[in-house]
């Protein structure tokens, strides 16, 4: 499905709509498509609570995540 700009601002109810059902939608601004409304799915792994990500995943001191973050907010005086 097509909708302009205009479409987009006043009818945004009835796109999601039609992007709930599955259908995507190009939205075109003067005459040309600039950008997409597609359905929402969750993608990707799911990080369980003791996973360390990113920076963190290289790093062999933090084994245990929740000893690390215990230590961390552990009262120091």
């Known amino acids: 499905m ?3 700009a ?3 601002r ?3 109810r ?3 709509d039609t992007v709930s059902r ?3 939608v190009v939205i075109t601004y003067r005459g040309k498509p600039c950008a997409r409304l597609v359905p929402y799915h969750e ?3 799911k990080i369980k609570k003791d996973e360390l990500f990113g920076i963190w995943k290289e790093r062999e001191d933090l084994q ?3 000893e690390y ?3 961390l907010r552990k009262r120091r005086f």
Do not use: P, Y
């Open 2 to 4: 097509k909708a302009t």
């Open 6 to 8: 205009k479409d987009l």
């Open 10 to 12: 006043s009818q945004s």
């Open 14 to 16: 009835k796109l999601l």
């Open 22 to 24: 599955g259908e995507e």
């Open 43 to 45: 993608e990707g792994r």
């Open 64 to 66: 245990n995540v929740e």
């Open 69 to 71: 973050v215990r230590r």
